[in-house]
């Protein structure tokens, strides 16, 4: 779990902040991004039991119990995520989902091997890779300019990758008020792949 949750942050940064979208760097991350995906998904069914997803179920009304609770500096502790960390971990898969989707949509599924070829062949003037494609181009920019259904995906695309920096930052902002209320550090565990017990002074 620590490796899809790290690899996962790392895709995600790495391709809103220091990748160009359409990029054959932007579209390795996005396929990268969503094995680790799948490997999570698959985890929270086979994996052990804090791990899946009937150990967290996403209750939105738990959550905002959970944090008047945390606001009142009534503290618990839970095995598995709590139930506000539950509702986001689910708020960002579903998030990732509609990125990697819409990706899918806007390269017609290439592999980033072809999307490579591709953009090597029209930088030297071979126009020819692009005629079969039915979505926008090796630069992700035909059906945009076109104003069909290529660019409402980009915008799709594009509104979900944000929503994911957005939720990001409220997960670590959450995470921080968590470990300073029950003065544990939650980064730890998620590191060092141990969970500390007791509280810390």
Do not use: C
Not at 45 to 71: C, D, I, Q, T, Y
Not at 89 to 95: K, S
């Amino acid at each position: 779990m620590r490796i899809t949750h790290w690899g996962l942050a790392i895709v995600v940064l790495v391709n809103a902040v220091f990748s160009e979208g359409g990029s054959v760097t932007h579209v390795w991350l996005g396929w990268i991004g969503m094995a680790l995906l799948v490997l999570r998904l698959v985890w929270g069914v086979l994996g052990p039991k804090e791990a899946r997803f009937s150990a967290f179920p996403p209750n939105p009304l738990r959550a905002l119990a959970h944090l008047r609770s945390l606001v009142a500096g009534r503290v618990r502790h839970y095995p598995s995520h709590n139930p506000a960390g539950a509702v986001m971990a689910y708020a960002l898969w579903a998030a990732l989902i509609v990125v990697i989707g819409t990706g899918l949509l806007m390269t017609g599924g290439r592999t980033p091997m072809q999307v490579a070829r591709e953009k090597a062949a029209v930088q030297a003037g071979d126009w020819s890779v692009l005629v079969t494609h039915t979505g926008p181009d090796a630069d992700g920019a035909e059906a945009s300019e076109k104003g069909g259904n290529g660019s409402t995906t980009k915008e799709v695309h594009g509104v979900a990758a944000n929503l994911i920096l957005v939720l990001a930052v409220l997960h670590v902002a959450g995470v921080a008020i968590e470990s300073r209320a029950m003065r544990r550090n939650l980064v730890a565990p998620m590191v060092a792949g141990r969970r500390k017990r007791g509280r810390r002074a």
